[in-house]
């Protein structure tokens, strides 16, 4: 029998199956984190500085919550973090950074949601500031710290991440959004699946539609 500690690179966590946070939103069923070599999706890559106490009843918020959006078919990698402020009260525009409890509500600015689209692929020991927008097929490279919005299927690298190349040319990514794979049903995208593990858009765009006219005719 095999030890239930046993530490391997292909475990993985699914989202949907286990987050808990009423915070973090998990669209579909494939998005994964690969936690072999730490804790919970939820207790390690998500860092809540405000906005983890949700399970006690007695709790009020001062401000809004973070919330945070992942779309389906995303790839986490070990190690990565995902940092949910909340604690937005070290104003760089006063001449004291400290967060005094006394101006506490005033000096609180919120970053606003994060959002990871369908299809990304988040490095291992990347870490995503708050309030980011990564867009849909977009690759944040290993120990990458991301400041900025992403753009869809574009690559990151660095500290702090910058543009590195697009992954298809400008035609090639605006046809893929306009597709908009990810939003498929499950019959579809498993139907077409040998054309989206391709790099032929006009293949899988001719699928596409053969496809939705065999529906039609059903």
Sequence with gaps: MKNKSFKH??????LADT????NIHIRGRNSYYSDAWTGSFEDYVVRYHYGDDYSLNSWE????IDQLYIGDYVCIGSEAVILMGGNHTHRTDWFSLYPFMDFITESYIGKGDTIIEDGVWIGMRAMIMPGIRIGEGAIVASGAIV??????????????????????PNTTIDKLLSL???KWDKAKFDTLKRYICSDNIDELIEAAEKYDGNQQNI
Excluded: D, H, M
């Excluded at 690179?9 to 699914?14: L, Q």
């Excluded at 400041?147 to 298809?168: C, D, L, S």
């Design 147 to 168: 400041t900025k919005n992403i753009e869809p299927y574009t690559v990151v690298a660095g500290n702090p991440a910058k543009f590195i190349k697009q992954r298809f």
């Design 9 to 14: 690179w292909s475990k993985t966590e699914i």
């Design 19 to 22: 987050v808990k946070n009423p």
């Design 180 to 182: 908009g794979i990810y």
């Design 61 to 64: 918020p001062l401000w809004p």
